[in-house]
């Protein structure tokens, strides 16, 4: 079972096409592969009978559905939409903060003129939270097929704000604050490291630069609460960059994948295994 998060505004058959490219790089059986989407499992028209606001937005449809499903795919709308709605921020926290061992959350985007490193058009581009079928367990194959993800939509998710953010219905803004409370700020930083692996990536594989572009990525991770963190490089970073991440690791980290990695960070990962945070 995969949930859907999305902006309820982008075009139906994009929102399809990510579908079909997730079930391709999963290596999914189509005849059996389920998704949970509110829009098609909630009544619109009622969505008090349906249980939305009974129990508060914590106990809502949706999240019951993160806690018992396989993994969550944030489908990203061209002009990064998704970045200003609450639900999508919330349902993101839930998923990576509370969901059970194994959970995978996954980033999707299907837009105008997706151009892979080979020059080829693609239609959609998934970021995984591991390999795909067709990246054969290489973090190179990875990085060539995930390059053709827009930077400039993943950069949309530094600039979120949890108070700036909207709902359809008004009433859901107030009640999403009001459930996450102090955590806002964990919220928000979540948010912002999610959608920051490829920058994590180049920004730590800088071997000149004064590693100010850096630094907020850092800031972000070390109070992300974040139960996964999985990054790959297509070769090892630099080892001055690869201690300063090894450093910001969250405590809330039970499951550590660092593909082609700088041997560097085997210490503070070797710690995190013996204090049996991460298993």
């Not at 920058?199 to 850092?218: F, K, Y």
Request: aromatic share 6%.
């Amino acid at each position: 079972l995969w949930v859907i998060s999305h902006y309820g505004g982008e075009p139906v058959k994009r929102f399809i096409t990510c579908l079909e490219q997730l079930v391709e790089d999963k290596g999914l059986d189509r005849t059996t592969a389920t998704f949970w989407l509110a829009a098609c499992s909630l009544n619109q028209h009622d969505l008090d009978g349906e249980g939305e606001t009974a129990g508060g937005v914590s106990a809502s449809p949706v999240v019951r559905a993160l806690l018992v499903a396989d993994g969550c795919v944030s489908v990203v709308d061209g002009k990064g939409e998704f970045f200003t709605r609450v639900w999508c921020a919330w349902e993101l926290y839930c998923g990576l903060a509370y969901a059970p061992p194994g959970f995978e959350h996954h980033v999707a985007t299907s837009t105008e003129a997706l151009v892979a490193r080979s020059g080829l058009p693609v239609s959609a581009v998934l970021l995984l939270d591991g390999p795909a079928r067709s990246d054969k367990d290489s973090s190179h194959r990875k990085a060539l097929r995930e390059a053709a993800f827009p930077v400039d939509l993943l950069s949309r998710a530094q600039e979120f704000r949890l108070d700036r953010a909207r709902a359809t219905r008004p009433g859901d803004e107030e009640a999403i604050r009001k459930a996450v409370g102090h955590e806002a700020g964990k919220l928000e930083a979540t948010v912002r490291v999610r959608f920051s692996h490829h920058a994590l990536v180049t920004r730590t594989s800088e071997r000149w630069s004064m590693g100010w572009r850096l630094r907020p990525l850092l800031a972000a991770l070390r109070r992300a609460n974040v139960r996964s963190l999985s990054l790959s490089w297509p070769s090892p970073p630099a080892e001055a960059r690869t201690l300063q991440l090894a450093a910001a690791l969250p405590g809330t980290l039970a499951f550590l994948r660092l593909e082609g990695a700088h041997p560097a960070i085997g210490d503070r990962a070797a710690k995190l295994v013996q204090s049996g945070q991460l298993l």
